[in-house]
């Protein structure tokens, strides 16, 4: 069965600081890798995706096969980015269920 | 952020009682999924439907029972038999293999 794991519960940092949210999984196939983003009082949403390779709010992901990692990065971080960060796996393109991690609390401060 | 909207926002039970949580979506989304979210635990799969009339178990399906009559519905029962139910509730749909999008959740609490 796979896992995703993401270690850090909380992660706190002051505004225009580096942000690295990790996220590793275990699974032996070819699987989609997905961060999703629930800020305060508002719906769970899909932030970005591994296949599509997008900058979006100015996080990115890549997947590394090798070290089976999906982390989440961001430059300078902003306030507006405190929020809780789920990392997410889908086995194969041809699955719709996903598997979560336990989330990593972000915290930006001024 | 209209498209799935889940009901009520909040929910009150009394033990041994069972629960029905709402889900609708407009979206003409084929899959419907519940997950219950849990300070610590992330989102757990409870059920999942694919297709009209018919679902699937997830990883957390005992003491829940679910049903897909409509497309456009997915409600999720609590029953007395599920052990520890208070927990916040998310629906979520998607089409077939693409992004979920989730509704605004269900809080439960067992009085």
């Known amino acids: 069965a796979q896992r995703v794991t993401q270690p850090e519960k909380l992660l706190s940092v002051f505004k225009g600081a580096p942000v690295e949210l990790k996220c590793n999984y275990s699974?032996?196939?070819?699987?989609?890798l997905f961060w999703y983003v629930q800020y305060s009082r508002q719906r769970l949403q899909l932030l970005l995706r591994?296949?599509s390779r997008e900058s979006i709010k100015g996080f990115t992901a890549d997947l590394n096969k090798g070290e089976t990692s999906f982390h989440l990065k961001k430059p300078f971080a902003q306030e507006e980015d405190s929020a809780m960060y789920y990392c997410?796996?889908?086995?194969?393109?041809?699955?719709?269920?996903?598997?979560f991690g336990k989330g990593t609390m972000l915290l930006v401060s001024p | 952020d209209g498209g799935i909207t889940q009901s009520p926002k909040y929910l009150f039970r009394k033990e041994g009682q069972n629960v029905t949580l709402s889900c609708e979506q407009n979206?003409?989304?084929?899959?419907m999924y519940w997950y219950r979210q849990d300070p610590g635990q992330g989102l757990r799969l409870i059920y999942y439907?694919?297709?009209?009339?018919?679902?699937q178990k997830g990883d957390i399906a005992e003491g829940y029972s679910v049903s897909r009559e409509k497309k456009e519905s997915f409600p999720l029962t609590v029953t007395s038999a599920q052990k520890n139910p208070t927990a916040f509730y998310l629906c979520?749909?998607?089409?077939?293999?693409?992004?979920?999008?989730f509704g605004p959740g269900t809080r439960l609490t067992v009085l």
């Open positions: 699974y032996s196939g070819s699987p989609e």
């Open positions: 979520a749909s998607s089409l077939l293999y693409n992004e979920q999008f």
């Open positions: 979206l003409n989304h084929d899959a």
């Open positions: 997410a796996l889908r086995p194969e393109s041809g699955y719709s269920t996903l598997t």
């Open positions: 439907s694919q297709i009209v009339n018919d679902f």
């Open positions: 591994h296949i």
